[in-house]
T-cell receptor
Framework: QQPVQSPQAVILREGEDAVINCSSS?????VHWYRQKHGEAPVFLMI?????EQKGHEKISASFNEKKQQSSLYLTASQLSYSGTYFC?????????????FGIGTKLQVIP | DSGVTQTPKHLITATGQRVTLRCSPR?????VYWYQQSLDQGLQFLIQ???????AKGNILERFSAQQFPDLHSELNLSSLELGDSALYFC???????????FGPGTRLTVL
């Protein structure tokens, strides 16, 4: 089942902060976050495992609330290079194996 | 460069035809994933293989099939092509499911 991401799109000025949310109706094993720039392949940002751990990647961090089956990606002091589409992938058990399903993405545009 | 290679880069064909997309995973990665991305759409998971065995299936049409060979490279076969099959097809690889996925550059398929 595809996770739900919000917002669908956001425009920021350089230096502003943003939060992208990802939620699932099913119990999750982990949440993956990827960024895809226009015309390029998705690139890994981070994986959050069960335990509510908050991870960081430069000025991008994320949290995972396993009880609520939700994850949030925090972008602080945004830079022009942050522009792209952000995908969350939710991993859960399916037929005895772990399976990752991606949301439709959140388009982020950072303007000067 | 993610280390994942995909061939061909572009493919233009007619409706009703059959094509084969090829993917070579990163050295050491046992899992291979196939995704379809249509214009302004998210990453639609098609299928995953792990060390030669099918591990998980997503929204893969019956006209599509895939396999992973003993040398771990994978092929995605698309048959009886329709206009709606036009999309960017990504292959990704990882050490295992709960690990970072490395995406190839994609194969852009155009069905005329």
């Amino acid at each position: 089942q595809q996770p739900v991401q919000s917002p669908q799109a956001v425009i920021l000025r350089e230096g502003e902060d943003a939060v992208i949310n990802c939620s699932s109706s099913k119990a999750l094993y982990s949440v993956h976050w990827y960024r895809q720039k226009h015309g390029e392949a998705p690139v890994f940002l981070m994986i959050l495992l069960k335990g509510g751990e908050q991870k960081g990647h430069e000025k991008i961090s994320a949290s995972f609330n396993e009880k609520k089956q939700q994850s949030s990606l925090y972008l602080t002091a945004s830079q022009l290079s942050y522009s792209g589409t952000y995908f969350c992938g939710t991993e859960r058990n399916s037929g005895g194996y772990q399976k990752v399903t991606f949301g439709i993405g959140t388009k982020l545009q950072v303007i000067p | 460069d993610s280390g994942v290679t995909q061939t061909p880069k572009h493919l233009i064909t007619a409706t009703g035809q059959r094509v084969t997309l090829r993917c070579s995973p990163r050295s050491g990665d046992l899992s291979v994933y196939w995704y379809q991305q249509s214009l302004d759409q998210g990453l639609q998971f098609l299928i995953q293989y792990y060390n030669g065995e099918e591990r998980a299936k997503g929204n893969i049409l019956e006209r599509f099939s895939a396999q992973q060979f003993p040398d771990l490279h994978s092929e995605l076969n698309l048959s009886s092509l329709e206009l709606g099959d036009s999309a960017l097809y990504f292959c990704a690889s990882s050490l295992a499911t709960s690990h970072e996925q490395f995406f190839g550059p994609g194969t852009r398929l155009t069905v005329l």
